[in-house]
C-alpha cells in the first residue's frame, strides 16, 4: 500500500503565493515519478508538474504554470513540493498529488487552492 498525504493549500490573493506538500510512505520502493494534477470545478483533472525519481531528474511543466510552479522533491523525506508563485484566478482548482511506482498510480487525496481575484 502506498499512503499520500498533502498540506499547504488554502485561500490567497491573486499574485500571491502558496507552496504544497506531499508525503509519501508505505511500498515505495521502485518510485518512478512524483508529481502533482489539479481538477477545477467542470472540469477533467490535468497535469500540472511531474518530477522523476530517480538517476537523471527530469522536469514536466504544463504550459499554463511554466514559469510560475516549481516541482521539487526530498528523497530523504520521500516528499514532493510544489511551490506557487504569481497565482490567478485561473489556478483555483483542487491540486492532486501522484506516485507512479511498480507500474501502478496513486493520489492523494487533494488540497483546495483557491486564487481570489
Known amino acids: 500500500q502506498v499512503q499520500l498525504v498533502e498540506s499547504g493549500g488554502g485561500l490567497v490573493q491573486a499574485g500571491g503565493s502558496l507552496r504544497l506538500s506531499c508525503a509519501a510512505s508505505?511500498?515505495?520502493?521502485?518510485?518512478?515519478?512524483m508529481g502533482w494534477y489539479r481538477q477545477a470545478p467542470g472540469k477533467q483533472r490535468e497535469l500540472v508538474a511531474t518530477i522523476t525519481a530517480g538517476g537523471s531528474t527530469k522536469y514536466n511543466y504544463a504550459i499554463p504554470v511554466k514559469d510560475r510552479f516549481t516541482i521539487a522533491r526530498d528523497n530523504a523525506k520521500n516528499t514532493v513540493y510544489l511551490q506557487m508563485n504569481s497565482l490567478k484566478p485561473e489556478d483555483t482548482a483542487v491540486y492532486y498529488c501522484?506516485?507512479?511506482?511498480?507500474?501502478?498510480?496513486?493520489w492523494g487525496q487533494g488540497t483546495q487552492v483557491t486564487v481570489s481575484s
Open positions: 508505505g511500498s515505495i520502493l521502485g518510485t518512478v515519478v
Open positions: 501522484m506516485i507512479g511506482v511498480r507500474g501502478s498510480v496513486y
